[in-house]
């Protein structure tokens, strides 16, 4: 289906303010700078979201889909362990087309928002809630078909990747060093016995 004229430009807003703050953060963002960002006109901003904060909120919910949408894409492989895999490479890669700018939006918000905005708490912990989940799902697969022996619980194993992902994803913002993720994926991978 055809988006509207106005469709398209919330969209553009949306997609140009996360821009803004994967660089700088909730705080340190103005509606000025996103008026610089997007051209739009502040009557007109106003006229798609009540302020900065629930412009912030359309963001994350925006990027959640999105990224909902990228890990299912990013499952591929001829059994569970390798399915995880990949998609933890698939996100690595993407940050490397970010140079390591930016980090992780969710990650992010995380540090920056959750004690202190419930709403978007409740979005980062969807996200970090689902794709835990579905690392389970498959970490469970692999126990049964006995391609994974660990004794750590599937959904404890689970947390522990996603922690070690955006952990890397942090020291590699830091660093803007690519070896900081890859010893990140390389532990993974021993943890998953490849």
């Known amino acids: 289906m055809r988006k509207s ?3 398209i430009t919330r969209d553009y807003i949306i997609k140009t303010t996360r821009k803004i703050l994967v660089a700088q953060g909730f705080h340190h963002t103005s509606i000025n700078d996103i008026i610089n960002a997007t051209g739009v006109k502040k009557g007109n901003l106003y006229y798609y979201f009540a302020g900065k904060e629930d412009l912030s909120f359309s963001v994350l919910q925006d990027a959640k889909e999105e990224f909902f949408s990228f890990l299912e894409q990013s499952f591929q492989g001829d059994n ?3 399915k995880i895999i990949h998609s933890c490479e698939a996100i690595f890669q993407e940050q490397q087309k970010q140079h390591f700018v930016g980090g992780c939006l969710f990650g992010n918000v995380a540090l920056e928002m959750s004690d202190c905005n419930e709403r978007f708490a409740a979005v980062i912990h969807e996200v970090f809630t689902t794709w835990t989940e579905k ?12 391609s994974l022996v660990s004794r750590v ?3 404890q194993l ?6 070690v992902i955006e952990g890397g994803i942090m020291m590699a913002r830091v660093s803007k060093s690519k070896a900081d993720l890859e010893d990140c994926l390389s532990t993974l991978k021993i943890m998953l016995g490849r």
């Open 153 to 155: 619980p599937p959904i």
């Open 80 to 82: 569970p362990i390798d």
């Open 135 to 146: 690392f389970a799902r498959f970490l469970e697969e692999a126990a049964e078909n006995t």
């Open 5 to 7: 004229k106005g469709e």
């Open 158 to 163: 689970a947390k522990t990747l996603v922690a």
